[in-house]
């Protein structure tokens, strides 16, 4: 499980799995050394992490001192029980949302200073595939057919000073019709654009870690690789 706290990607383990070690700058066993601000520094493994390692990890990402680790991979002792930890920490959101095909483009919208992709809160009684053709449809006022599950996302963020977990499924879509195409600048949408693979890459830079890991898996899942 991955999870983007304050689009720090960090990635819960099971106590047998180890993260890929090309990715790790600096490890740490709280079994045996205190977890501090300072040992969060670039890409950090820390082993044997329980609920108090949790509080202390969530403590840190959340404060108003800038941290320096980029991503986070934490080998915990009960995966089930820590999962659901978590979890209770924060206000779970449920959405969906679509990787849009047109030929060889994607579709990215432009929000709140960042490209991202399509997608919304899910309603009550519908279906997270339902709920992913509708949004897309509302945020671009284009027709799609939907296709193949990518992944799953978890991100948190803070509304009303209340901690948020967002909860989003996404799935392949191919579009079906766009003359009518337009933002939902109700939404805070400036720009719904049609992408090259060659400009996603570019874009992603200028958009958010999670969004950036449903490219990823989209790439995945189809065997292809982005064009630099």
């Known amino acids: 499980m991955i999870i983007f706290i304050n689009d720090i990607p960090v990635r819960i383990l099971r106590s047998t799995e180890t993260p890929d070690g090309?990715?790790?700058?600096?490890t740490v066993d709280a079994?045996?050394?205190?977890?501090?601000?300072a040992s969060l520094i670039h890409h950090v493994w820390i082993k044997n992490v329980g609920e108090s390692e949790i509080d202390t990890i969530l403590g840190f990402l959340d404060s108003k001192i800038p941290t320096g680790v980029?991503?986070?991979?934490l080998s915990v002792m009960d995966y089930d029980s820590i999962?659901?930890?978590i979890r209770s920490k924060f206000k779970i959101i449920k959405a969906a949302g679509g990787v849009i095909r047109k030929k060889d483009k994607f579709l990215m919208i432009y929000r709140m200073k960042k490209w991202d992709l399509p997608k919304g809160k899910k309603e009550?009684?519908?279906?997270?595939?339902?709920?992913?053709?509708?949004?897309?449809?509302?945020?671009?006022?284009?027709?799609?057919?939907?296709?193949?599950?990518?992944?799953?996302?978890w991100h948190t963020y803070t509304m009303n000073k209340?901690?948020?977990?967002?909860?989003?499924?996404?799935y392949i879509m191919d579009l079906v019709d766009d003359s009518r195409m337009r933002p939902a600048t109700e939404e805070d949408i400036e720009e719904a654009r049609w992408m090259s693979s060659k400009e996603v890459?570019?874009?992603?830079?200028h958009s958010y870690k999670s969004i950036n890991y449903v490219m990823e898996k989209y790439y995945e899942k189809v065997e292809l690789k982005p064009t630099r």
């Open 31 to 37: 079994a045996i050394t205190t977890i501090t601000q």
């Open 70 to 73: 980029l991503s986070l991979a």
């Open 162 to 170: 209340n901690a948020m977990m967002k909860k989003t499924r996404w």
């Open 83 to 85: 999962r659901v930890y």
């Open 124 to 153: 009550k009684g519908e279906r997270y595939k339902e709920t992913a053709v509708r949004e897309v449809e509302e945020e671009c006022n284009v027709t799609v057919r939907l296709g193949k599950k990518v992944c799953t996302t």
């Open 201 to 205: 890459y570019h874009a992603l830079e």
């Open 22 to 26: 090309g990715r790790i700058n600096h």
